[in-house]
């Protein structure tokens, strides 16, 4: 079956920077857009970035510039690059696709 796992998470000072990882399998992974979603305490989740099955990206406002988004397919991964992060950016990261989730991978972001 379908399976996504996130990983690269952590503790981040404000205005550093960290790499997730999403690796799937069970799928032919190049055919799919995957996206990435945040969710923190209290708040629904969020769309943050997607990326389609030729490396097109599209980010919400609040990271456009701050995040990257890339793929390798040759791994089965994408990958999210969080830049300048805020402490508003901590939450728990998803990738998905095909109604698929992963369990997620938390960032914080705090001094």
């Known amino acids: 079956q379908v399976q996504l796992v996130e990983s690269g998470g952590g503790l981040v000072q404000p205005g550093g920077s960290v790499r997730l990882s999403c690796a799937a399998s069970g799928i032919v992974f190049s055919y799919y857009t995957i996206n990435w979603y945040r969710q923190a305490p209290g708040k629904q989740r969020e769309l943050v970035a997607s990326i389609i099955r030729g490396g097109s990206t599209n980010y919400a406002n609040s990271v456009k510039g701050r995040f990257t988004a890339s793929r390798d397919n040759a791994k089965s991964t994408v990958y999210l690059q969080l830049n300048s992060l805020k402490p508003e950016d901590t939450a728990v990261y998803y990738c998905?696709?095909?109604?698929?989730w992963g369990p997620g991978t938390q960032v914080t972001v705090s001094s």
């Open positions: 998905n696709t095909a109604d698929v």
